[in-house]
């Protein structure tokens, strides 16, 4: 998309690549990566999980990569193989959905009935979904952040 200020023509590109180019070269690990998962997340990132029920049961693929796009700008300091798996959180549209997951690798947006498993590792987080206490939960190869309505976290080592 071009965008003009002041008469000059400047490309927006938000896909994950630029985001990706933007993170910081030197690699988090151990005790320097969970300090920085453990940090209270955006209010407006935190705003935008919440909203995953907007689009309804079916969501476009541009609205998922835009959500994708925004889990790698709130944490710019993490490799591409350090960001979430994906995010789950409690289901608003009604029975028989009880959950649902943006899962980053795949590039979708799914709901969940009541007993459907959550795939590619994100069955874990349903319970701490379906909590009133958590907005949503991120879900990482080993280890789970549930956070907030007001972006604090439980980290959760597995």
């Given at each position: 998309m071009r965008r003009s200020i002041l008469g000059l023509s400047t490309r927006i590109d938000t896909s994950l690549?630029?985001?990706?180019?933007?993170?910081?070269?030197?690699?988090?690990?151990?005790?320097?990566?969970?300090?920085?998962?453990?940090?209270?997340?955006?209010?407006?990132?935190?705003?935008?999980?919440?909203?995953l029920d907007v689009s309804g049961t079916a969501a476009t693929k541009e609205k998922v990569q835009e959500l994708i796009n925004k889990i790698a700008i709130e944490f710019p300091e993490l490799?591409?193989?350090?960001?979430?798996?994906?995010i789950v959180s409690k289901c608003y549209l009604g029975d028989p959905y009880e959950v649902h997951s943006l899962d980053a690798r795949l590039a979708i947006l799914e709901h969940y009935k009541r007993g459907e498993i959550v795939p590619n590792g994100m069955e874990k987080a349903r319970k701490l979904a379906m909590h009133p206490g958590y907005a949503y939960i991120e879900v990482f190869k080993d280890k789970i952040?549930?956070?907030?309505?007001?972006?604090?976290?439980s980290f959760i080592k597995e």
């Open positions: 690549e630029v985001a990706a180019r933007q993170q910081a070269t030197v690699r988090l690990d151990g005790v320097a990566l969970e300090k920085r998962l453990r940090l209270v997340r955006s209010s407006s990132f935190v705003e935008e999980m919440t909203k490799a591409a193989d350090q960001l979430p798996l994906g952040c549930a956070v907030s309505k007001s972006g604090q976290v």
